[in-house]
């Protein structure tokens, strides 16, 4: 996949990225060894700065990585990377490097000692401020700290998963009037 | 709209419903007086029972009504009612009923004492079982306790907010190979 140069995306309009439900590749690192996990269940919490809950299962070697760097990134895929999107979600980190596998391209944070994911069309650099409910439930609250779109990708096709291994890709959109965000 | 009979679906299959992140309508009631939001944020949390997190602000005047009565529905729109759904979203419940004004039909709930809106493809009864994060993120914990769902819908067009008025409308559908839920 060609490569894009990233540029800073305002942390005020992040929610724009995640409030549509995409499937997204979420990036960690410990001891200089990353991986990728795909995930759906994740929400936005507040505008600015940019809060995230995501729901990460102890069944997960992220969990552990989470955990313990309270780091990781929030790589956002389209259409063109289901495929790998898929490999990932099928594949356990305990044994397997998945950026060779997939061949992904892991390049260095700006904000967090994890790799972003270069061919995603966007990825969110995020520290875990609230860990109180990841023992119940499994779920993190972030902070994301910096941000970075693809500029070209003017209608990004971002998948969203409808179970099984059924993904909906984005539609065309349509404008009304809000008075709100 | 015409309307349609819903019928019973299973709690192991909600999260198919909400991992692709619509838009969702909902609903509470609190002395004899409904209410309906628009909501972009909301996650799953677990599969089954199907536990889901909503964020819900002290600004809205469902957060009262969800507060105190620990219950609301999840209702979820498909495009023909994407009009009623922003104006949903620009109106304050605490002058309009927005049942009346959005012309739409409640329909009583099985498990709660709040009233479905069956315009939408799918409704999801709802109990609060956990609000400890309600004060300081606005984040509420359910237990979806009953699902109802237009069968007549295969593939219903859901809408995804992208910002400012602008929505993704559901597109086609892929199938890849999943080993898991």
Redesign the interface.
């Given at each position: 996949m060609k490569k894009a140069m990233k540029k800073l995306f305002p942390l005020s309009?992040v929610?724009?990225l995640l409030?549509?439900?995409?499937v997204v590749l979420v990036s960690t690192a410990r001891k200089g060894r990353a991986n990728i996990m795909a995930m759906?269940?994740?929400?936005?919490?507040?505008f600015e700065p940019p809060?995230v809950?995501?729901?990460v299962s102890e069944r997960n070697h992220s969990f552990g990585n989470l955990k313990a760097t309270k780091q990781c990134v929030i790589n956002i895929p389209t259409?063109e990377l289901?495929?790998e999107v898929?490999g990932i979600?099928?594949t356990s980190g305990r044994k397997v490097d998945k950026f060779q596998k997939f061949h992904l391209t892991p390049m260095p944070g700006k904000l967090v000692d994890v790799p972003l994911i270069d061919e995603c069309y966007a990825n969110l650099e995020c520290k875990v401020i609230?860990a109180?409910?990841a023992t119940k439930?499994?779920?993190f609250?972030l902070e994301v700290v910096k941000a970075w779109i693809d500029p070209a990708k003017k209608h990004p096709?971002t998948?969203?998963?409808?179970?099984?291994?059924?993904?909906?890709?984005?539609?065309?959109?349509?404008?009304?009037?809000?008075?709100?965000?």
């Open positions: 309009k929610y724009s409030e549509p439900g995409p759906s269940w994740q929400t936005m919490i507040d809060i809950g995501i729901v259409v289901a495929a898929v979600g099928n609230d109180k409910l439930y499994n779920f609250i096709r998948i969203h998963h409808l179970g099984s291994g059924v993904f909906m890709v984005a539609g065309k959109t349509i404008k009304l009037a809000s008075t709100k965000k």
